[in-house]
């Protein structure tokens, strides 16, 4: 157990910027990876986390990729508008944000891993809620889609901890400093 958890966005985009297709398909990722050896840094990332958070559109795309709900080891938090209560995987959040993350990483665990989307990662980086991101980057030009950032951001200014290379994958690893005022 670590003493601070950390929130780290753990995420994959093409060389344009966009994590998915402008209808959410992510298919083109899976092919790109299914061309490279299989090893993203994933598996050791994802032994060093305990809880999933993820928007609603994001958990409602999930459920569709695979037969079986794909972190059941974890404990999972889906941020909706619409749903509440929870199920065998989920439990559905509805809470202010800011006051949700406080009570969470006050509570002991590992690190939490906001897996997305788009919408969520842009919340908690306004909000100063992400800890570190870790970026790989896919050698694939979509042209048009979901971007990783669709709307302006305050200034806020990144450490780059780590890059690594797999295969034709470029992975980023920053950590998160305080927002800077222009």
Known sequence: MNSKRKVVLFIATSLDGYIARTDGDIEWLHEVESKGDGENGYFTFYENIDTVLMGRKTYDKVLTLADQFPYPDKKNYVFSRTRS?????????????????????????????????????HTFLEKNLVDELIVTIIPVLLGAGIPLLSKELPNQHLNLLKSTNYGQFVQLHYSVNEKKSD
């Open 85 to 121: 209560g929870s199920n065998e995987n989920v439990t559905f959040i509805n809470e202010n944000v800011e006051t949700f993350m406080k009570r969470l990483k006050s509570e002991d665990g590992d690190h939490i891993w906001l897996v997305g989307g788009g919408d969520l990662f």
